[in-house]
Antibody, heavy 118, light 109 residues
Framework: QVQLVQSGTEVKKAGASLKVSCKVS????????VTWVRQAPGQGLEWMGW????????NYAQNFQGRVTMTTDTSRNTAYMELRNLRSDDTAVYFC???????????WGQGTRVTVSS | QSALTQPASVSGSPGQSITLSCTKT?????????VSWYQQHPGKAPQLIIY???LRSLGVSYRFSGFQAGNTASLTISGLQAEDEADYFC??????????FGGGTKLTV
């Protein structure tokens, strides 16, 4: 049974960095990658980027380039998303989902709620 | 700006059929792949319901069906039930390495 379990709620100050983890089970991270998507309060879904579990190749959405880094630790079957220089408009729920360079995401994490205050 | 446009809201009565649309509005991208659809209940993660335009994800009710005509993909829900009340997002893999989501449609039953 495929599961993605994310780290817990975060409260950050503007300018700080955030690192969210996503531990996967039921599939091997090195065979399939992870995608990150966020959702601001009352808003839609925003794709942030993805990472290959096989070789660590990444592609980030233009809105996040320079501020985001996605990594994996295949020994722990865990993916990470780091977002730097946080702003108040980074307040959102951050989701990980199974998939890299695919056109659909069949399993999702439960979401990590992040609040950024000034 | 999103290149997949969805109506902000749609409503229907129990037992009715409704259709949600998702229209490709930008010509800036090198090419769109097949559309997928997600259902999201408040406070929950999105759930894949349709992929590759018309294929139902595992365990999804036959009441959900997808199709595409030209630049518009559609999701039809037949025999509306109260539990179908949710937000629905379409998505497409574009330009070879990027994903976009539509703005979402709030379905009220």
């Amino acid at each position: 049974q495929v599961q993605l379990v994310q780290s817990g709620t975060e409260v950050k100050k503007a300018g700080a960095s955030l690192k969210v983890s996503c531990k996967v089970s039921g599939y091997t991270l090195s065979n399939q990658g992870v995608t990150w998507v966020r959702q601001a309060p009352g808003q839609g879904l925003e794709w942030m980027g993805w990472i290959s579990g096989h070789n660590g190749n990444t592609n980030y959405a233009q809105n996040f380039q320079g501020r985001v880094t996605m990594t994996t630790d295949t020994s722990r079957n865990t993916a990470y998303m780091e977002l730097r220089n946080l702003r108040s408009d980074d307040t959102a729920v951050y989701f990980c989902a199974r998939g890299w360079r695919v056109n659909y995401f069949d399993f999702w994490g439960q979401g990590t709620r992040v609040t950024v205050s000034s | 700006q999103s290149a997949l446009t969805q109506p902000a809201s749609v409503s229907g009565s129990p037992g009715q059929s409704i259709t949600l649309s998702c229209t490709k509005t930008s010509s800036d991208f090198g090419g769109y792949s097949s559309v997928s659809w997600y259902q999201q209940h408040p406070g929950k993660a999105p759930q894949l319901i349709i992929y590759d335009v018309s294929l139902r994800s595992l365990g999804v009710s036959y009441r959900f069906s997808g199709f595409q005509a030209g630049n518009t993909a559609s999701l039809t829900i037949s025999g509306l039930q109260a539990e179908d009340e949710a937000d629905y997002f379409c998505s497409s893999f574009i330009g070879g390495d990027t994903v976009i989501f539509g703005g979402g449609t709030k379905l009220t039953v």
